[in-house]
């Protein structure tokens, strides 16, 4: 337990970094994709990039200072939440741009279509993150199914040095 309670904290601040990245260069892909449209899937994880920045705030900060916020399926429910949103949206957008043939040799290789290309890859990596996360919150309800007590693992909060 002692080398998860060491992983968690890095993996939240990967997972918030990130977030913030995919958010960014979304951002610009959208505001720079055509004259009046963004895609729906870029738009969308803009929004998973906002949610996945509310979830970790709520992931770090409730077990550390509102334990009664913290329950164990609380914390599965957003981690599996934010895990599927990602998975969601990055498919989505790798078949868009798949779609549109967003590749080197056609011509197509533009600003818009690079940063989605950019974004896409941090968005897949995220998931992967957020898979972690959830499989470690799924085996800690599970390890305790027989126990009345909704407590969070304390093996994955984020301990303040």
């Known amino acids: 337990m ?15 970094v990130f977030a913030i990245i995919v958010l960014g260069v979304l951002a610009y892909a959208a505001n720079d994709w055509a004259y009046y449209w963004s895609p729906s899937q870029v738009n969308f994880l803009i ?14 900060i409730a077990p550390m200072h509102f334990k009664t916020a913290a329950h164990k399926f609380g914390i599965l429910a957003a981690e599996t939440i934010t895990m599927l949103f990602w998975f969601a949206g990055f498919i989505a957008l790798a078949v868009l741009l798949t ?50 007590s909704g407590k969070h693992d304390p093996a994955v909060e984020v301990h303040h040095v």
């Open 99 to 148: 779609d549109i043939d967003c590749t080197a040799h056609t011509g197509k290789y533009w600003g818009p279509c690079r940063a989605s290309i950019a974004g896409d890859v941090f968005a897949a990596f995220e998931w992967l993150l957020f898979t972690a996360t959830t499989i470690m919150a799924a085996l800690y309800c599970w390890r305790t199914r027989n126990e009345r």
């Open 47 to 60: 929004f998973t990039s906002v949610w996945t920045l509310l979830a970790v705030a709520y992931l770090v």
């Open 2 to 16: 002692a080398f998860i309670e060491a992983l968690i904290l890095p993996l939240r601040v990967i997972q918030a």
